[in-house]
């Protein structure tokens, strides 16, 4: 076996301790190893699949990444001396100290009783290729083969999912089958099911190699599948007690499961590796990318020569081997050399994917429908129900009026928008769904009664229902939770009758929605008919007329409207109202409990109880409203005036362009702080990827810099154009003059002047088609709000950075703090201008009231 240029060079163990960080990452993503000299000692750091074992639960000492770095002397001693030390990164076990000699001169005695075992960058240990020529070929009678008939069952690996398994007849050795599936339908998942079904229900040998996902991805999706659990919370690193334990079990049973994810992957490694991996009962490919990318072996024009290696090594090995494609363009399919190709098609009944099988001398041979469940990384047998978790209450469904069967077709209907590939409802209705979904999903009866008081208030704002067929089910999966005024999409829902919201106090998301001002929640647009006529002359505050005149006066000449016929196409569809990064967060730590409250109007609504543990000490809750924050935002928000230009993947950002980035998550570990990215990461693609723009990118890049997030996210693709941070200045400029003389005079004109600020902000993406405005760039507003939410995030962090302790942390202005009394945090300056807040303190257990929360 060579050795890497680290084996060749020895590091002495003061100068891996200083770099044990760096080095790690390089063991994890690269396979790289590193020889540790301390005296006449020497040991190896090296990736875990030089010894499988040391995953194992206990099996070996183990130590987190800074004990290790502080008494990382004593473990490469106890290395050297033949104890191998495991390191973790929190409790996942990352790289392992191993005696150098003896890993040098011979396999560790655990990699030799595992043939499979990969070496650096997930390759197998290989003493070269065999010669097979040196045998004679074998040749078959028909009595050999009549046995596919007579020996009953093949038993070999399968999907998991039976109808799917039965028009393919499972997955057969000495075969490449294809998952042909555009992105975001789920093919990744597909190729993960089996991999799933085999390595851990059939306990037998899957090699997995991984060109698209990381061995992490890979993890999280599979614990996810298996317990019913959020896959973008798990991406945060939160597991509840249950998750934990089927994590454990999973690690425990994860031998049979072999990942290489190393750089460069190309086919021939696949098929250079997989012969000395011992009882191997499957090949999982994932993925082969069509779009050409120069870091990845496995994508464009180099696929055809890839399937035929694959291919090849199926039939060498009578193997089955799985390769997923992220496309289903028939003229591509084509030239792949494989045997079976599945390819998934959405349907226009959203809570269905049709699986079509096609063999190649036959022509399609059957079809099947699969039931998506992207948020918990699986696909199930379409019409059965969510699997339950082990830990699910049972009961009856949410309400006397509502069966099980009701409350799986709301959550089936209300996929697209959850997904965000249809628009057309508000926001707050749309989070109202996505967590019915995840309660529908998990058996969570409890939780589905508490949603429902609050996802029919949401509803019932809607003014008019999407008149396409996916509005059209959803309203009438609604129908059975109480009676809507008008059930078809020209009128609204307006009043839901006793069945359903009399049984219940309706909650508002802690909004006072009868007040429109410029920070409330950004849940539908607000806006009706005449609101995109200027104001009347002597108005208090012409806030449409100031941003019309800020924009038309840039030298940039910007696009204030993209025309009708090009917004279902390019980046608009890709803009959603979850990249505005709102916090939506509240500190594990506390209780919160949404309780009703009577509005002084007669309203009835619901706002929060929070409590507050012993063990923070005295002290109460100090709750901070931010002034203006969108208008603030205002002042300096990158954003391109001209046309988005499709920029694909970027190696960095280039501070030069503003527009969308779809970027990895990137790990955030501090529990006393939201991610920084807010509720963005709650609605990643199948590959884990998100929608930003630039003022979150910008916000990362600092992030690093100050080195509280290890690395950028990889920028996967991108829509940008030439950047400009002044195009709103002069409306900003205006809006602080009016807002400093006239919150002074108070009553009517403030009032005034809030309410058509805030139809100014919202009018530049107006939601629904009937709607005229002067502006239609969706780009625009959001890259303002999320300008916002960053500032909010930012000085919350300093705060806490001060060692203030954070409680809650909310939508672009709120803030809740524990703090002595009469004492806010010293970040914060208290005023009434903008960039400064309105603070009030309250007792741990009281209501907070609207305004408050």
Partial sequence: MSQSPQEESPVSVTTVRKNLY??????EEEGRT???????????????DRFPTARKADAFPAHVLSAAQKDFGDLVTRAAQGEPQVLLRNTTPVAVLLPADLVSSAPPTDTAAHPGAATAGGAVNSQGNQDRGSTPRRLATLSDAMSVLTAGPVGGPTFGLPGLDAETGGLQSGRLTLVAAPPS??????????ARKTALADR????????GPNRDDIFRRIISAETGGDYPRLKQGRLTEHEQHVARQVVQAGDVLLIDDGTNLRAEDIAETAPYMEGLALVVVDRLQAAHSARLPLSGDRLPHASQVLAGLARDLHVPVLAVVDSDDPTLLGLLDADVVVTLTATADPGKVQATVTERDFGTIGSAYLQPDLIHARFLDAGAAPLERADSPAGPGPSAAASETAALELAQAALPYTSGGHRGIPAALTHELAAWRTAVADGDQETLKEILPSLLQAAATVAQWPDTHEGHRLAAALLPYG??????????????AAAGAADHAPADNGQAQADVTEDEEDGEDGLKPGDEEDEPEGHVFPALKVLKDAVGRSKMHPIKVIRKEERDSGPWPLISEHMDGEPRWAHPDVTVTRVPHIRANGKRVRRDKIDVPGSFGEGVLCLIDRNGSFPSACSAVPLAPNKLLHTGPLDAYDKAGAGIYLIGIPEWTRTDMPHPLGRIIDRPDEDGRVWVTTPHIKQLVRLVRDNHLGAMPTIYDSWTGKANESLFKPFYEATRKARTELVQVGGDPYKAYKTRLSIALRLLWPKRPAQRSPFWRPDWRMSMVAEASV???????????????????????QAIFWTPPDTPPSTYRIGTGFGEVKHKFVQSGETILEGDD
Avoid: C
Avoid at 185 to 194: N, Q, R, T, Y
Avoid at 791 to 813: I, M, S, Y
């Fill in 22 to 27: 760096s080095l790690v990452k390089l063991v």
């Fill in 34 to 48: 590193t020889v540790i000299t301390k005296h006449k000692m020497r040991a190896l750091l090296a990736p875990l």
């Fill in 185 to 194: 339908v789920g093919g990744s998942l597909l190729g993960l099911a089996a």
């Fill in 204 to 211: 037998r040998t899957v090699l997995y190699a991984a060109s």
């Fill in 483 to 496: 009676k809507p005024d008008s059930a078809d999409t020209t009128g609204g829902v307006g009043q839901y």
């Fill in 791 to 813: 500032r909010h995030w930012t000085v919350a962090f300093k705060a806490v950075q001060e060692g203030h302790t954070l409680v809650a942390l909310r939508n672009v202005d």
